[in-house]
């Protein structure tokens, strides 16, 4: 893996705002969990922007493999791209161009199907679904990707994968969510977590200030992959979660969730670990 361009330039929280005096973690803190009118999907053509507090991102809906890319928080721009939607035949750019529209804090995407890949897909990049914890453990920003594929096939097999690849410091799994503890991952290898190993909750401390959990719905979770590289900005790390291995009939519809958590740096294992309690109690979203 290479690492991409993003890696290599203000990769972190810029140190000026903290020589001048800001609290960061008091600013970004004030601004969790925004209510509806501070939060907004903004979509011009295939493109959207995503203003969520002191979060921005933008998406292309006609290349879900690439994400939630271009994050700025708190006017400090990060090197991620995170919740991207891949499959096989689909990985550049998406045609014809996918039916989209903005609902409240959800912007949804529906691919229609293709004769390489017979089966209808809707994305949903949700904002305001996640109620986790307030307080210490309040999150900067938490975008829910909940995927549903169906086909007109009797019976067939569907594979669909949500991505992201982060530059961090250090990266951790949680390991029992009852006790909320969490083991380093080692950077030297890259590492395979079957149904078995669950949970899928991974901690991504981007700096000293700004960490990313991401996380599958436990009732969703089929695998996942975790590889590192390095670069001229540092370490970087992709993450990668099966999301469909079971067959799939006619009139079926599978579905899936993963979340994505912005937390302060401070306290942040046992903050994701709370958020991960709120997330795998969630009841299954009523999408349409």
Known sequence: MVIPNIWRADAGIRRAEFDAGLDFDRRIQSRAFPTAQSF???VEDHNARLTLGELSASLDLLKPAAGLGQFAVAGNRLAAEVLQVAWPEREKSVEPPPENYVRGGDLVATYAETS???FRAQLYWRTGTHRGPQGQAAAVAAIELVA???TQLLDTQARLSARSRVAV???F???DPRRGEFERCDPARSKRFQRSQAPACFLLRLDDRLSYGEMVHPLDFQGSTLAFDSGPAGAGVSLNHDL???PLEKGVILRARVLGVFLPRRDDQQALAAH???FSAAEPPLTT
């Open 40 to 42: 907004m999907w903004r």
């Open 276 to 278: 991960y309690a709120v």
């Open 244 to 246: 469909f291995l079971s």
């Open 169 to 171: 410091r250090e990266v």
């Open 148 to 150: 549903s594929i169906q």
């Open 116 to 118: 390489l890949w017979p």
């Open 173 to 175: 799994r949680l390991r």
